[in-house]
């Protein structure tokens, strides 16, 4: 049996949404919005469903979507893509993750991780023989320590994974760090696997930038998205792809032994839904930072402390700071089975540098799961205070 994966316990938003749904806790844990997205998508998916056809659809993707992939990047990214060549479609962006480390690593080659890691990370490249290397980011800004990226590189450097907006710590790329990792990304030859699946969702006026607009990065970064992120379905599981030909076509001989191909109807809302002007995705981002503000203000009113929310679903809670003298899973377990509110240990996305002061809570609900949740989340700081 496979020893990666026969180390792994259940992924922590599973087991919280569970333990969540069992109980009768709001939950404030696993990242989706308590609200569909678009009606106008979903009647689209549904009139395909109908309509048909309901056969394959191309490996790459339906010519259709992948056009409006190059389209979307080209208008709100200013990257010219090629949609036969560069971009192709997969399920979900945890595909494309996989499908990027299958296609980019042998046995022994080392891969450069930053921590806190989406959890999905560390066992895919370890699935695809990769060692792992790891890069601490420390709060509250979660930038690359000085020194610390020159020093994982390595002659067997081979891959490294951003992830901007960052999951779970909310914080966008700094120009100086990604300039760095461009630098030696061509020094020592190695591929970025760049995950922007937050892409459209920034905060305050700050911007996504893909790695796709450094010239250096531009042939060596694999670029994944996420219709689930974009317009607010989760559950749709249909992921963008964008690399240069060499890395694509490698990437989609992966995925074509993985998934081989995506439901074809929700491709055909995904191309849809890309054409929609800006102004949707400035309306989605102004309504997530106003419920990101609510639940900010009302967790400061009950003495809470956050980190900063650049960007993505979530925000982070500071326990120390906050006055609760618990580690985040003990914490996270006693919220959710006596205060009735499930959150997320950051401690679930470290594994090689262990950061227990940190709860990460999902604000993309309704008003009054805010605030209940907000209230469930007191009453949770009083058992520790
Ligand atoms: N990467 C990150 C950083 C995520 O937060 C998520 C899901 N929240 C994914 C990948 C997975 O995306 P998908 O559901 O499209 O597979
Ligand atoms: N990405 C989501 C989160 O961070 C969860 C995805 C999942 O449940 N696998 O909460």
Known sequence: MNRTLSALGATIFDVMSRRAQE???????????????????????????????????????????????????ARHQGVTLDPLREVAVTSGATEALAAACLAMLNPGDEAILFEPAYDAYRPLLERAGAV?????????????PDGALEAAFTAKTRVVIVNTPHNPAAALLHADDRARLARLAEAHDAIVVSDEVWEHITFDGHVHDTLLADPILRQRTIKIGSAGKMFGFTGWKVGFVCAAPPLLDLVVKAHQFLTFTTPPNLQTAAAAGLAYPAAFF???????????????????AEGFVTTPSRGTYFLLVDLAASGIAADDATFCTRAVDEAGVA?????????AQPETGFVRLCFAKRDETLDRGAERLSKARRLFV
């Open 23 to 73: 109980t009768g806790a709001i939950n404030l844990g696993q990242g989706f919005p308590e609200d569909d997205g678009p009606l106008a998508l979903r009647q689209a998916a549904a009139t395909a469903l109908i309509e048909g056809p309901n056969q394959y659809p191309p490996m790459r993707g339906l010519p259709a979507l992948r056009a409006a992939i190059a389209e979307h990047y």
């Open 132 to 144: 792992v290397r790891t890069v601490g980011l420390a709060p509250p800004h979660w930038r690359i």
């Open 282 to 300: 400035a309306q989605q981002r102004a309504d997530l930072a106003r419920s990101r503000d609510r639940l900010v203000a009302a967790l400061h």
């Open 343 to 351: 959150a997320i240990p950051l401690s679930a996305f470290t594994i």
